[in-house]
């Protein structure tokens, strides 16, 4: 199958220019702020975890969401630096794992492990058309991406409902896609520092996923964990502020400073109830 990619005009989502705008502040920094794997998104604690042990369980957890363990072929949408990858291969007895991000400093990492059944493509989920299908995907704190600010709610709502047409024509009969997202849990509730961290993306708001997802996929499970997100903002501010010289000295005060306000602000936002964070788990329909 051909892989055209998406033009401008065609797009719906951030932009490769914005996400790399934030994902592309530079590896060494991210080491600074996140656990050793790199896993940029919400953990999932239980007990008095620690950050690594907690983004491992979310790792897990999404893995049996999916239903990926010991399957041939897993896609990950929005793969990061690749922890998923990894779990999935060393950890879970995958075959071969496929990661998508449009950050060439994340595609990079992941290639320099040279891991050979880890492949990872710098490329919009929407030009990804694989040769075979997959057993299962997983998608943790991409979909945040997927729409651009702006859209009326109709047209939003069309472009998640693209998201599961195309993950419906990716994936096996009776596969599973397992899903992270921030979202909001009020309409009009909108945190003002989200643009300039994360410019040209919108959130979908609770229901919104498991609409779009309708007629294609059975939904199985929706949790909302946002107090997961919050001890995870303030376990990356507590990081940041203990290499706080460090951070400078790679990305310059304002960026720092910026960055600490959007930790906070977002762990404020969880806190008070106006974002969630949705774990969904699907199932395809037939
Ligand atoms: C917040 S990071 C999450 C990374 C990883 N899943 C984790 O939990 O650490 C978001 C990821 O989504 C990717 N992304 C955003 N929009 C995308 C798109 N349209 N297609 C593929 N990847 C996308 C970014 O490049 C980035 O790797």
Redo the contacts with the bound molecule.
Sequence with gaps: MSEKPVRPAERT??SPEA?RSH?DMGNDFFRLVLDPE????CALFEGDDDLATAQRRKLDHHIHAAGAADTARVL??????G??LRRLVDHAGVAHAVG????PS?AQWIRDSGNPKIEVRE????DHKPERRYDAII????F???VQKGLDPTAKLDVYREFFAYCDSVLATGGRLSLQTIAYSERHKVLPLLEKTFPESDLPLEWEPIAAAEGRFSLIAARNDADHYYRTLMMWEQNLLANYDKAVALVGEACAAEFRRYLKLSATGFRMGMVSLMRYSFRKKY
């Design positions: 989502g951030a996400i994902y790199m896993i940029y998104s990950d949408i929005g793969c990061g630096w922890a998923m998508l991000t449009l950050s994340q490329q919009d989920w929407r998608s943790v704190g991409a945040e991406h997927f």
